[in-house]
């Protein structure tokens, strides 16, 4: 049975893409190391736990733990390292730009150099190294952009997390392109679903209605943003791992674009409906408030590359997925309970609300 080595595997996208593969495969045993921060919490996967006991294991660390990393790597055989281990919201960014750069940059540091190493000593095979990104090292478009991003435009990151990201990427690059190290890149657009920690734009609205507080938005909300649900994620990620060319890099993206003011007012209509409400009723709370530092206009990426090469496309179906993914939040009291206070002292020091 081959082995999986899943950092991050306890966030939101991680989470899901554990759960993916262990239901698209019989083959595989997921290794999932997780240092379980704010963001990472382990009833993500505790269905996995439970039907699942057999391909799956976890350990609590953390990526900069350089003697574990490679103990894990002498220990066992890892085939394909699927690295999701990131500090990823832009607004904490700015409170502790170096907790970025330590976990963003010198985790992929360390991950990366631990696979090398265990990889050189055994015959080339199939091994892989699959290294999350974002749009955001790609900086931003103007709103009247007719142009797209692509895999060959510059990076320019204009927060700690892109820059950091961005750092990253090109650090997977430089292993590829010196030590001919199997190393892919995929940078996505902004991915809603279950399980998100509720400091993002979607689940941050949800909690806020739920509970009666300001609905914050930054500056005038016409920042626009694409929009792909988790499933798609994951089934992009599986194909780029299958039939992705080493050492290339793929964009990901949705079908569905809007400004962030039209997605906060969708929600509103959304929760309304389940509380019985007009459909205007929780719009009142909408706040405009200060527009955050370097706030990019627009991310939008051209997916034709992994369109081309691996087959995958989205699902045209994303006013029905934001439906399931607010009825989601909507019952799953015990997981909204896990993120409740952690959530509430973040929204009190940043939104003061």
């Known amino acids: 049975m ?12 991680g989470s899901h893409f554990i759960r993916y593969i262990l239901n698209e495969t019989s083959d595989i045993h997921i290794l999932n190391i997780d240092a379980l921060t704010y963001a990472g919490n382990p009833l993500n996967l505790i269905d996995v736990e439970q039907h699942y006991s057999e391909r799956y294991s976890f350990i609590k660390g953390d990526i900069n733990d350089k003697i574990m990393i490679e103990k894990i790597f002498s220990e066992r055989d890892i085939e394909c390292v699927v690295h999701f281990a990131a500090e990823s919201h832009v607004d904490r960014s700015f409170d502790d730009p170096q907790l970025f750069m330590k976990t963003n940059v010198l985790g992929t540091s360390t991950l990366l150099s631990a696979a090398m190493d265990s990889w050189q000593q055994k015959i080339a095979g199939s091994q892989k190294f699959l290294h999350i990104s974002t749009d955001e090292v790609y900086g931003s478009l103007s709103l ?6 692509t895999e060959k435009s ?3 990151p204009r927060s700690p997390y892109a820059a950091s990201k961005a750092s990253a990427d090109l650090l997977a690059q430089s292993y590829h392109i010196c030590f001919k190290f199997p190393v892919i890149i995929t940078r996505c657009s ?9 400091e993002k734009l979607i689940p941050l609205m949800i909690f806020n209605m739920k509970n009666g507080l300001p609905l914050p938005i930054y500056g005038d909300g016409n920042q626009m943003r694409n929009w792909i649900s988790i499933s798609d994620h994951c089934k992009a990620l599986w194909a780029v791992l299958n039939k992705g060319q080493v050492g290339d890099i793929y964009n990901i993206s949705g079908e569905y674009e809007c400004s962030n003011l039209t997605l906060v007012n969708m929600l509103c209509e959304i929760v309304a409906s389940k509380f019985g409400k007009n459909k205007d009723y929780f719009k009142k709370y909408i706040t405009f408030i200060k527009d955050r530092p370097g706030h990019d206009l627009s991310y939008t990426m051209a997916c034709s590359k992994v369109k081309n090469q691996t087959g995958w496309s989205p699902s045209n179906t994303f006013t029905q997925d934001l439906t399931a993914t607010v009825e989601w939040y909507l019952t799953h009291e015990r997981w909204i309970e896990s993120c409740k206070k952690s959530l509430e002292i973040w929204l009190k020091s940043h939104y003061d609300l």
């Open 2 to 13: 081959k082995t999986y080595l899943i950092s991050g595997g306890c966030g939101f996208i």
């Open 144 to 149: 009247d952009c007719k142009e797209k991003f």
């Open 154 to 156: 510059p990076l320019q």
């Open 190 to 198: 902004n991915n809603f679903g279950s399980y998100q920690y509720p």
